[in-house]
C-alpha cells in the first residue's frame, strides 16, 4: 500500500534484476496486464541464465526514480524507467 504506479514500475524492475542476480533467470519479456492508480500488474517471463546465449555487455546496477513515468497514449500505455548502469 502507500505506492503509486510509477513506484510499483520501478519495484517490479528492481525484482526482475533481483531474479537476474539472486536467481540467475534471465528476462525474456514484460507483459503489462493492468495499469491503474496506484496499480501495475503483469508477467515477466524468462529462462535460466545461460552465458553462452545470454551475454553481459554492461552490469545493471539498479532501477532509478529518476524521471520514471507511465504514460497513456495512442490507446496503451508507455513506460519510462532509467537503469543504473
Do not use: M
Not at 58 to 68: L, N
Request: overall charge negative; charged content about 30%.
Amino acid at each position: 500500500g502507500g505506492q503509486d504506479r510509477e513506484e510499483r514500475l520501478v519495484n517490479v524492475c528492481t525484482e526482475i534484476l533481483d531474479g537476474f542476480e539472486i536467481g540467475h533467470r534471465a528476462p525474456g519479456a514484460v507483459l503489462v496486464e493492468e495499469v491503474g492508480e496506484g496499480r501495475l500488474r503483469g508477467r515477466v517471463r524468462g529462462e535460466d541464465f545461460d552465458p553462452a546465449r545470454h551475454p553481459v555487455l554492461r552490469e545493471v546496477k539498479a532501477a532509478t526514480h529518476h524521471q520514471v513515468a507511465i504514460v497513456a497514449e495512442n490507446g496503451g500505455w508507455s513506460a519510462r524507467v532509467y537503469l543504473d548502469l
